[in-house]
């Protein structure tokens, strides 16, 4: 995408050295059995950045996954539901995104909500953001939410609510000049092992934080996809909807937890979803920049070695060899490069230099 974002984060990211470091690092990471450049500036966009997104979203599924696993074993129950609103292709998606998003708001704000949030036991939710794209229907913005309970809810009150939630999402919808649609206004979900729901394949951790990279499964595309679509046939009409999604989606939380309650006098408060599932505040950025634990350093590039990589655009070239965790391998595709071994420090990386040319 970064060709078509000349002005968003992801053009400069992994191009650029972080400040202090005069050299660029590539790290290995032995348990992935996997190469990246250490100091390296990274954009943390997880819209745009196929890079940045995998990393983010790797992270957010894992300890998503984690968190769901232990409110379970601790008895709580956990549902998921799928949040739509009919559109059409002359729809735009930044309205769409707007639209959806304020609908939700309302009806979070609705008492007979709030009663139905009390009645079964609702202690707080998770929310995704996601879009997809078809020439057919245009853009559909969907939002996922993962609801703790209290217990596990009987079948019973488990039919009795998604009909509550339902009626007040179409009477929210309804009064923004939207309508859901006849079966997918909301769709739920209560968990990875019943068959037929549209989840089966993947978990709801998966299914919740992944949404950036994996692809579309309504039969559109997920901007991934766009972008690929536009490397492959050309089509402006794909760099087009890039510009659009990346404007409308710039700078919005994929993932969010409900907020706590404060305390009251007589009334004590309630901590925030992210608290009470034990997750870690960090933000995208942050998981992007991160170093694996047990990754360790196995080379450097000096400057003028890296500006033949990053000319020569073999960035992804250079992982590729060091992915091997083979020193020579490394070595014989910077030889191409007029780049050769300098010294090795004490740890046992290799400094390489580039050579007169
Ligand atoms: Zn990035």
Not at 222 to 239: C, I, K, M, N, V
Request: proline share 3%; glycine share 10%.
């Amino acid at each position: 995408m970064s060709e078509l974002l000349p002005n968003d984060r992801v053009s400069w990211c992994l191009k650029h050295r972080q400040t202090g470091g005069a050299n660029i690092e590539i790290v290995y990471d032995q348990a992935q059995q996997r190469a990246y450049y250490g100091n390296l500036l990274v954009c943390g966009s997880v819209w745009t950045c196929p890079v940045c997104a995998a990393r983010i979203t790797e992270q957010r599924r894992v300890e998503l996954d984690g968190a769901i696993k232990r409110w379970r074993a601790g008895g709580g129950g956990v549902i998921m539901a799928a949040f739509t609103l009919q559109h059409s292709v002359d729809d735009d998606i930044a309205d769409l995104r707007k639209t959806l998003t304020g609908a939700y708001r309302t009806m979070a704000d609705r008492r007979s909500y709030k009663d139905t949030r009390q009645r079964y036991g609702i202690v707080g939710s998770v929310a995704s953001l996601e879009v997809t794209h078809s020439f057919r229907h245009g853009w559909h913005p969907h939002r996922h939410v993962l609801y703790f309970t209290e217990k596990e809810l009987t079948d019973q009150d488990y039919f009795n609510l998604q009909v509550a939630i339902v009626g007040v999402w179409r009477s929210v919808l309804s009064k923004v000049g939207r309508f859901a649609h006849q079966q997918a206004g909301v769709v739920f979900s209560r968990g990875d092992d019943q068959a037929g729901n549209y989840v089966c394949k993947w978990s709801i951790a998966h299914e919740m934080t992944k949404s950036p990279v994996k692809g579309g499964r309504d039969g559109g595309f997920s901007p991934f996809e766009l972008a690929e679509q536009w490397h492959e046939t050309g089509d402006q009409r794909y760099a087009h909807l890039i510009r659009e999604y990346a404007r409308a989606f710039h700078g919005k939380h994929q993932l969010t937890y409900s907020p706590g309650i404060p305390d009251r006098p007589g009334r004590p408060g309630r901590p925030g979803m992210k608290e009470l599932l034990g997750i870690q505040d960090k933000s995208d950025q942050q998981i992007a920049a991160e170093q694996q634990a047990d990754a360790v350093i196995m080379a450097e590039l000096d400057k003028a070695s890296w500006k033949r990589v990053y000319i020569r655009r073999w960035r992804g070239v250079i992982l590729k060899a060091a992915s091997t965790g083979k020193q020579a391998d490394l070595a014989a595709v910077l030889e191409k490069l007029g780049v050769a071994a300098a010294e090795t420090a004490d740890d046992g990386h290799v400094l390489y230099r580039a050579q007169s040319p």
